[in-house]
């Protein structure tokens, strides 16, 4: 029996059923004007079918163009973390310590709030279990490109166990109700990134994946994140905020030539490597990847490839683990790093905090090369500076001054790591978390992370 009233902070539950809104503070009032109101969305999609619907972003991206940004139209949380589910009586978010207060402010009671990582807070797959364990044959829907095959198949397994289904959508459920107010399909240009700051060829990139493919004897690989596509063809798009991810839609007078394409996208008469580049759509892509599985002994995907694609191989045929594309983000080389560095300069100005942001962008966007920010600014002050992932707003907005500097017991570990070597492959985060451990305090963020070149700000460890 789950403790409902344990794990929501926006609103109390009448034994199950109805809400009731809780008593908020000023600011809380103030901020209620910004919130999603989704009665009507949440109703609408219920009535499309009685199936519950995961929702995650497609191409596995963790930043979407605003066309792709379901999860906030239908909720109302414009973080980059988080996942919903709406049943036939409720819908619940699942989100991480850094967007606890974000989901407070920017969704209102029709949705239940599950922090992960907090105690008694269950997981997605419990909480579905424990609201479905009554309805016969119950299903559990999801549009299978939005879903990494991972997730898929740890709700497919755990649903089994108490007689439940997963099953596949056939068409994109938000979208189809997302009619009015939605932004326009991304169509602009993909940019090729110079050698200068690549420090190498895509299509050396290429070969040396296909030495990898040989020594795992894979005769394909299928890749299906943007961020991958990026990285092996050098390519950057400004169509999804924040990042490089392309999205396959436009090309410029330069792409071809990069890729070594025709104008069309074909690649007939084109000696060496080419890529051939085709206008997006799901029954075409997925017709593509089903030919080419037909015709090979292996095919290789990454861990977080779609299940639309996973489902699509047998399982005597499927390498899933990760690509020699991921590995390659993880080490630059000598440019890339340098390029990195350069980009990195700052001014030093006093502002509040929403000032100071949107000045600093326009500075660094007057820089020779600058494409953007990699991430949103997270310009704080004082206490704002403990809220993870802070990002200022006409209501929270405070001067910057130098008389609030708070202690951060997290820098005498940074003074240890940066004295010390570690050996290969050790995990760092007890020694990241001890003195904050040691004060009964801890963050809720991971560690650390790697750092894209030109790609997502976010990769995996290095």
């Known amino acids: 029996m789950l403790q409902l009233d344990s794990i929501m902070n926006l609103c109390t539950l009448d034994n199950g059923q109805g809400t009731v809104i809780q008593n908020y503070d000023v600011e809380e009032i103030k901020e209620r004007h910004r919130r999603s109101v989704s009665t009507d969305r949440r109703s609408v999609i219920r009535n499309i079918s009685p199936e519950d619907r ?7 991206s963790e930043y979407t163009s605003r066309y792709d940004q379901r999860r906030k139209f239908i909720c109302g949380l414009s973080g980059s973390a988080g996942y919903a589910i709406v049943t036939i009586k409720k819908a619940t978010l699942w989100t991480d310590g850094r967007y606890f207060l974000q989901a407070e402010a920017e969704m209102d009671c029709n949705w239940i709030l599950m922090r992960k990582g907090e105690k008694d807070v269950p997981s ?18 999801s549009y299978p490109f939005f879903l990494g095959s991972n997730s898929w198949t740890l709700y497919e397994e755990e649903l089994s166990k108490n007689n439940m289904k997963m099953i596949k959508t056939n068409e994109d459920l938000v ?24 420090g190498r060829h895509w299509h050396e990139k290429t070969a040396d994946m296909h030495v990898a493919m040989k020594e795992r004897n894979a005769d394909a690989m299928v890749v299906n994140g943007l961020d991958e596509t990026a990285c092996r063809l050098y390519i950057k798009n400004h169509n999804i905020k924040l990042t490089s991810n392309p999205t396959d839609e436009a090309t410029t007078q330069k792409l071809y030539e990069h ?25 075409a892509v997925t017709d593509k990847v089903s030919s080419v599985i037909e015709y090979s002994k292996r095919v290789w995907i990454s ?7 996973y489902s699509l191989i047998p399982k005597e045929k499927l390498l899933q683990e990760n690509t020699p594309i991921s590995i390659q983000k993880a080490r630059k080389n000598p440019i890339e790093r340098q390029g990195m560095i350069q980009s990195h300069v700052k001014a030093g100005i006093r502002w509040t905090e929403l000032s100071a942001a949107d000045e600093l962008s326009k500075y660094r966007g007057k820089q020779k090369y600058n494409r953007g920010l990699s991430f ?21 907005d405070k001067e910057i001054t130098t008389d609030e500097r708070w202690n951060n017991r997290y820098d005498k570990d940074i003074s240890f790591w940066n004295s010390h070597r570690f050996p290969e492959s050790r995990e760092l985060d007890i020694l990241a978390r001890r003195h904050l451990w040691n004060s009964g305090l801890d963050y809720r963020h991971g560690t650390g992370h790697g750092v894209g070149m ?8 290095t």
């Not at 979208?175 to 690549?198: D, H, M, Q, V």
């Not at 890729?259 to 029954?283: A, H, I, M, Q, W």
């Not at 997270?378 to 993870?388: E, F, L, N, R, Y």
Request: proline share 12%; hydrophobic share 25%; aromatic share 10%.
């Open 54 to 60: 995961p929702s995650c972003p497609p191409g596995q």
């Open 259 to 283: 890729l070594n394409t025709g104008k069309d996208g074909s690649c007939s008469g084109k000696p060496g490597y080419c890529v051939e580049v085709r206008e997006y759509n799901p029954v």
């Open 124 to 141: 997605s797959t419990e909480w579905l279990i424990s609201v479905l364990e009554e309805i016969e044959n119950a299903t559990v829907g």
């Open 454 to 461: 030109y790609l997502g700000v976010h990769e995996g460890k």
């Open 303 to 309: 861990p977080i490839c779609s299940y639309a694609f």
């Open 175 to 198: 979208g189809k109700i997302w009619t009015t107010g939605r932004p326009p399909f991304p169509n602009s240009p993909i940019n090729a990134l110079p050698y200068k700051f690549s």
């Open 376 to 396: 949103e600014s997270i310009s704080s002050s004082g206490p704002h500076g403990a809220v993870i992932h802070y990002s200022p707003s006409n209501v929270t």
